[in-house]
């Protein structure tokens, strides 16, 4: 099955003056000359993304756009037109996204988060309406399970995330570290599902797990730093959410475990890597 709007590998059945003519089920497909790797020959397959050109003829190319039909993606914003706004997604013709897609007034430069969909004219299309595409918990999440987090969306809750790029979630405001931002991706943690589906994330492990976690977090800080962290106890906890992406209680809790195996020493300046007794 064609899948428009994503990868497919297809063979060449010829090659002419326009490019390499390659075999489908929707009929034949067009990749252009200048997009044909050097020594292609008819028999080989490609791996080539497929979509609907401006004069609706499905067509080929060897380009990796940004994003495929069935991702959560942040794109800038080329240019607005009657019909909507054009996206830039890496290929050479542009996204659209459709007035009615959207939920704000957008400009020229500016970065959007939007799914990718397939219209039902078999364009690729993009909405900046998330939350129709997003489904409530099912049988592969389970509590404790490690998860990808997009954030799009805030509430006074806290912050809204796209879980696995498929579920809905919400990161409680006490979760937050630092200031992420609409798009921004990182790991989390399934700490509840609810009886209606709704989930709660955390990006913290949790117990034992979360406490080792902390000291290694806290390491790899002090080994891409030359060994010295500008941090101590009386640090705002801004500052150490900005650095460490942890919380103040979770910073203390681990430079206090790794003085005591003898890893760091705490100094005026901030925390030390100790150096290896030869």
């Known amino acids: 099955?064609?899948?428009?709007?994503?990868?497919?590998?297809?063979?060449?059945?010829?090659?002419?003056?326009?490019?390499?003519?390659?075999?489908?089920?929707?009929?034949n497909i067009l990749l252009p000359g200048r997009l044909v790797p050097k020594g292609a020959e008819p028999g080989e397959t490609l791996s080539v993304f497929v979509y609907v050109d401006s004069e609706g003829r499905l067509?080929?190319?060897?380009?990796?756009p940004f994003a495929v039909v069935g991702d959560f993606a942040l794109l800038k914003v080329k240019d607005n037109v009657s019909v909507g706004t054009f996206l830039d997604w890496g290929l050479e013709k542009d996204?659209?996204?459709?007035?009615?897609?959207?939920?704000?007034?957008?400009?020229?430069?500016?970065?959007?988060?939007?799914?990718?969909?397939?219209?039902?004219?078999?364009?690729?299309?993009?909405s900046a309406r998330l939350d129709k595409f997003l489904k409530p918990a099912d049988d592969t999440?389970?509590?404790?399970?490690?998860?990808?987090?997009?954030?799009?969306?805030?509430?006074?809750?806290?912050a809204k995330?796209?879980?696995?790029?498929t579920f809905s979630g919400l990161l409680f405001r006490n979760e937050l570290y630092g200031n992420?931002?609409?798009?921004?991706?990182?790991?989390?943690?399934?700490?509840?599902?609810?009886?209606?589906?709704k989930v709660d994330v955390t990006l913290r492990m949790g117990g034992t797990r979360e406490a080792a976690n902390d000291q290694d977090v806290i390491l790899d800080a002090l080994k891409a730093r030359n060994?010295?962290?500008?941090?101590?106890?009386?640090?705002?906890?801004?500052?150490?959410?900005?650095?460490?992406?942890?919380?103040?209680?979770?910073?203390?809790?681990?430079?206090?475990?790794?003085?005591?195996?003898?890893?760091v020493d705490i100094t005026p300046e901030g925390v030390k890597l100790r150096s290896p007794k030869k």
Do not use: C
């Open 1 to 27: 099955m064609l899948l428009i709007g994503n990868f497919n590998t297809l063979q060449i059945i010829r090659i002419t003056a326009a490019g390499a003519v390659l075999s489908s089920e929707a009929g």
């Open 59 to 64: 067509t080929a190319t060897t380009r990796k």
């Open 95 to 126: 996204l659209l996204l459709p007035f009615g897609e959207q939920t704000d007034q957008l400009r020229r430069g500016q970065d959007v988060l939007v799914y990718v969909y397939l219209h039902s004219s078999e364009r690729v299309a993009a």
């Open 141 to 158: 999440l389970a509590e404790g399970n490690e998860v990808e987090l997009l954030v799009y969306a805030f509430s006074d809750l806290g």
């Open 161 to 165: 995330v796209i879980i696995n790029n």
């Open 180 to 197: 992420p931002a609409i798009g921004e991706r990182m790991r989390g943690y399934v700490k509840k599902i609810r009886e209606d589906g």
């Open 227 to 263: 060994g010295l962290l500008p941090l101590s106890d009386k640090s705002t906890p801004e500052a150490i959410a900005e650095l460490l992406r942890m919380s103040k209680k979770s910073f203390k809790r681990g430079i206090g475990g790794l003085y005591k195996e003898g890893l």
